[in-house]
């Protein structure tokens, strides 16, 4: 027989046709991998989802029920949602500590008014507009700043009024609590009315958080290519780190990239990224934002996952961030400072005049080689997408090819019918693929390519073909220099 069949048996005596389908050959391109999101996070007691129970939410208003409403979850759905509404999302919630302890803050009003106006507070990001009328006083006031609060349901915090003092209470007991942002008066134009004072002091004293290792033996083999973390600690990184780099290896082979985030001022977040060092983790300085890291990260991680996906190579730079709000003029990053955070695995944004939050570079947290030396191989996130790409093609492109193939030398007189592959049939395959990348704008340097690439049989196992794939990757066009000679 000179054609291997898939299922037609030899020596049929039964008359007939018998006729089978072969799909080897039936696709041909680049493959389409999938988006999928996991995002990681806390819910709230009133949340009907089960703790580390991964469900997929299908649209952001089910996250209410699921995680509670004002939850970590719940708002950073919202903000995965807003980013990408098409790549599916898996949801695995985690329950706060019982032993842990929420984050608190106070408003402490000065008075009474003397004209009518509104107070521009904002907590997390969100607006809570109080009304204010001439003759009030700071006792009223502190009363109807609570009120306010306590009636705005999406807030990640609780109210409770003694006198001027307005208490604020994380709704979730850990560390997140205390990146709760409060302020007044954030846009321009706006201000207290006259005759009112508010001395804040920001969250602080939230401790324990769940323990974000109990996720990944839920996560398994399922392949997320984006993973999104609610809390970003050192101690939530490394397991992070662990668990993302055996994913990566050669063996499970999921290409997973995690995102978080951090607040602070540079010297803070320079010094956490400086700790970190990790080709699969990302991790962007919030700065003084008023949006919560965990909602920051979520927008960044979403915006970041859905467009590499479309192409893994362009560059992510001047992408904006939806429902992201920059900080104010004044009070954000200086060029020098984002010079000093992309020197330390920290990503960048930039605001425009209008508030609008863009992504100015992404970049992991890698900095160092196995040798401890300054490294920049995988600083680029658009880098490593390439490379995840790069590998789920060669992976599908030989499995889909040569399924049931058996292996044999060159310089063999094989039927063209036969199921049988070499050394020099692979090759060709993958100098097919490189050029079909290649056109994609993926990679560069065919020629090189082609006089680089080993592929051959293993001197040990017969079974075995072993191969040499150097790629050059195509770059990111993210800076331009010139000089301007004028005369005169």
């Known amino acids: 027989m000179t054609i291997s069949f898939n299922s037609i048996p ?42 580390l129970a991964p469900v997929v939410v299908a649209e952001a ?44 803050g106070t408003i402490t009003v000065t008075g009474p008014s003397t004209a009518a106006g509104t107070i521009a507070l904002m907590i997390a990001g969100q607006r809570v507009p109080v009304t204010v009328a001439s003759g009030l006083s700071a006792n009223n006031t502190a009363t109807a700043i609570g009120a306010a609060i306590n009636a705005a349901l999406d807030l990640p915090v609780t109210a409770t009024v003694n006198a001027a003092v307005v208490t604020l209470t994380a709704r979730h007991k850990g560390t997140c609590g205390n990146d709760i942002d409060v302020r007044h008066s954030h846009y321009q134009g706006e201000g207290l009315p006259a005759g009112i004072a508010l001395a804040i002091v920001a969250m602080a004293n939230g401790a324990g958080d769940p323990d974000y290792a109990t996720v990944w033996p ?32 050669p063996v499970r082979m999921l290409e997973s990239m995690a995102y978080g985030a ?21 991790i ?23 467009y590499s996906h479309i192409d893994p ?5 001047t992408l904006a961030l939806p429902l992201v709000i920059g900080p104010k003029e004044g009070a954000r990053f200086t060029r020098a400072e984002r010079e000093l955070l992309l020197r330390d695995g920290i990503a960048t944004y930039a605001t425009d005049q209008d508030g609008t939050v863009r992504i100015e570079r992404a970049i992991t947290t890698w900095q160092t080689n196995a040798a401890g030396l300054d490294d920049t191989a995988y600083l680029d996130m658009e880098t490593v997408h390439t490379l995840a790409f790069f590998r789920q093609a060669l992976r599908i492109r030989i499995a889909t ?64 073909v072993n191969a040499l794939v150097p790629p050059d990757l195509v770059n990111q066009f993210r800076s331009f220099a010139a000089q301007v000679q004028f005369r005169l």
């Open 10 to 51: 030899v020596g049929l005596r039964v008359p007939g046709q018998y006729i089978e389908f072969d799909s080897s050959r039936a696709t041909n391109g680049l493959p389409a991998l999938p988006n999928r999101i996991l995002v990681i996070g806390q819910k709230l007691a009133a949340g009907t989802a089960a703790a």
């Open 61 to 104: 208003g089910a996250a209410s029920a699921l995680f509670g409403r004002a939850s970590m979850l719940t708002r950073m759905v919202r903000m995965v949602k807003a980013a990408d509404r098409y790549s599916e999302l898996t949801v695995i919630p985690l329950a706060d500590l019982d032993a842990g302890t929420a984050a608190t």
């Open 218 to 249: 839920v996560v398994g083999d399922s392949n997320y290519r984006t993973i999104i973390l609610g809390t970003a600690t050192a101690t939530i990184l490394g397991a992070a780190k662990t668990e993302l780099d055996d994913r990566w290896g």
């Open 262 to 282: 951090k607040t602070g001022n540079q010297a803070a977040a320079s010094a956490f990224g400086g700790a970190l060092n990790s080709q699969l983790i990302s």
């Open 284 to 306: 962007i300085g919030t700065g003084a934002s008023p949006t919560p890291p965990w909602e920051f990260a979520s927008s960044y991680g979403a915006i970041c996952g859905y």
């Open 313 to 317: 190579a362009r560059p992510l730079h």
């Open 401 to 464: 090819k040569f399924p049931r193939h058996k292996l044999a030398s060159d310089g063999n007189a094989f039927s063209r019918g036969q199921a049988i592959v070499t050394p020099s049939i692979i090759r060709a395959e993958i100098v097919a693929l490189f050029r079909e990348l290649e056109e994609a704008g993926l990679v560069e340097q065919l020629d090189q390519f082609v006089a680089d690439l080993i592929v051959e049989r293993d001197g040990s196992d017969p079974n075995r």
